[in-house]
Nanobody, 115 residues
Framework: QVQLVESGGGLVQAGGSLRLSCAASGVSIRLDTMGWYRQAPGKEREVVAVISSIGATLYADSVKGRFTISRDSAKNTLYLQMNSLKPEDTGVYYC?????????WGQGTQVTVSS
């Protein structure tokens, strides 16, 4: 059974940092593209950052310079380091893993940034 399990969310003050993790089981992340998405209350889910199997990265303009996506294939885990957090970063953060044959999603972890 494939599972993506996010962790590391929580409540933080503006300007603070959090590190999200996404542990995959039942499937290897080594050859797949991985991404972080977020959904704020009343808004659609949006992409935050993406990392390819060879380490190429893309970021939403709103998080460039503040967030860093990374992956550890040996640990089968995806990370998102979030610095200089802003209230508008609040939302549920989801990790995703996809290939030409499938797309998997985690259950999400809540991030709340207070002003």
């Amino acid at each position: 059974q494939v599972q993506l399990v996010e962790s590391g969310g929580g409540l933080v003050q503006a300007g603070g940092s959090l590190r999200l993790s996404c542990a995959a089981s039942g499937v290897s992340i080594r050859l797949d593209t991985m991404g972080w998405y977020r959904q704020a209350p009343g808004k659609e889910r949006e992409v935050v950052a993406v990392i390819s199997s060879i380490g190429a990265t893309l970021y939403a303009d709103s998080v460039k310079g503040r967030f860093t996506i990374s992956r550890d294939s040996a640990k089968n885990t995806l990370y998102l380091q979030m610095n200089s957090l802003k209230p508008e970063d609040t939302g549920v953060y989801y990790c995703s893993q996809w290939s030409t044959a499938y797309t998997y999603w985690g259950q999400g972890t809540q991030v709340t940034v207070s002003s």
